[in-house]
C-alpha cells in the first residue's frame, strides 16, 4: 500500500495571504495525484489531478506541482471560499490511497 | 452536470449487512468510467472502498474485499454497495464516486451510517 503523508496537519493563512500544502508518497507515483477540497455537507470537489492539471472550473488560484514522491498544492491568494480540508490522493495502482488532510482555516 | 445521490439506511445493527444505492444522473453509467464508493469515519480521513466499470472489472480494498460487493444497474442508472458483517467501525459518511485513470471527477455529498445496536 502505498502511503501518502499530508503536512501540515493544520494551516492558519489570512484570506488574500498564499497556502503551500504539501503531500509525500511513501514510493514513487511518477504524476498520479490528485488534489480535493472537502467542505462539511457538501460533495468533494476535485482540483487538480495529474499533479498540476486543474479541473474543469477550478480558478486559476490554484496550482498543483511535484512528481515522483514530493507533491505541492498551492493557494495563491486565499479567498473566504477556499477555507476548507484538502486531500491528495495517488492513483498510481488500484489501492488507491489518500492524505490525512490539510485543514485550511481562517488566521 | 453529472451528478451522483446516495440514499439508505442510517443505521444499521453490528453483524449486519450495510445497504446503500446511489442514483447517478447527467450520465448514464453504462457509457463508461468506474463507479464506487469512498468512506470518511467522524474525525478521520477517507479510504477508498472500491470500484466498478460497466464491463465487469471490479477493484476492491484489500482490507475490505472479503465484505464489499460494489454493482451497477445500468436500467436505473444506480450504483450499489453492500458490506457485510458490520461493526462499529464501519461508521462513517459513504461517498458514491466516478473515478477515471486519473482522478475521482464527481462525488455524491455522502451518506452517514452509524453502527449501532
Known amino acids: 500500500e502505498i502511503v501518502m503523508t499530508q503536512s501540515p496537519g493544520t494551516l492558519s493563512v489570512s484570506p488574500g495571504d498564499r497556502a503551500t500544502l504539501s503531500c509525500r508518497a511513501s514510493q514513487s507515483i511518477s504524476g498520479d495525484l490528485a488534489w480535493y477540497q472537502l467542505k462539511p455537507g457538501q460533495a468533494p470537489r476535485l482540483l487538480i489531478y495529474g499533479a498540476s492539471t486543474r479541473a474543469a472550473g477550478i480558478p486559476a488560484r490554484f496550482s498543483g506541482s511535484g512528481s515522483g514522491t514530493e507533491f505541492t498544492l498551492t493557494i495563491s491568494s486565499l479567498q473566504s471560499e477556499d477555507f476548507a480540508v484538502y486531500y491528495c490522493q495517488q492513483y498510481n495502482n488500484w489501492l488507491r490511497t489518500f492524505g490525512q488532510g490539510t485543514q485550511v482555516e481562517i488566521k | 452536470q453529472v451528478q451522483l445521490q446516495e440514499s439508505g439506511p442510517g443505521l444499521v445493527k453490528p453483524s449486519e449487512t450495510l445497504s446503500l444505492t446511489c442514483a447517478v444522473s447527467?450520465?448514464?453509467?453504462?457509457?463508461?468510467?468506474?463507479w464506487g464508493w469512498i468512506r470518511q469515519p467522524p474525525g478521520k480521513g477517507l479510504e477508498w472502498i472500491g470500484s466498478?466499470?460497466?464491463?465487469?472489472?471490479?477493484h476492491y480494498n484489500p482490507s475490505l474485499k472479503s465484505r464489499v460487493t460494489i454493482s451497477l444497474d445500468t436500467s436505473q442508472n444506480q450504483v450499489s454497495l453492500k458490506l457485510s458483517s458490520v461493526t462499529a467501525a464501519d461508521t462513517a459518511v459513504y461517498h458514491c464516486?466516478?473515478?477515471?485513470?486519473?482522478?475521482?471527477?464527481?462525488w455524491g455529498q455522502g451518506t452517514l451510517v452509524t453502527v449501532s445496536s
Open positions: 466498478m466499470h460497466p464491463g465487469g472489472s471490479t
Open positions: 447527467g450520465y448514464s453509467i453504462s457509457s463508461g468510467y468506474y
Open positions: 464516486a466516478r473515478e477515471s485513470f486519473s482522478s475521482t471527477d464527481y
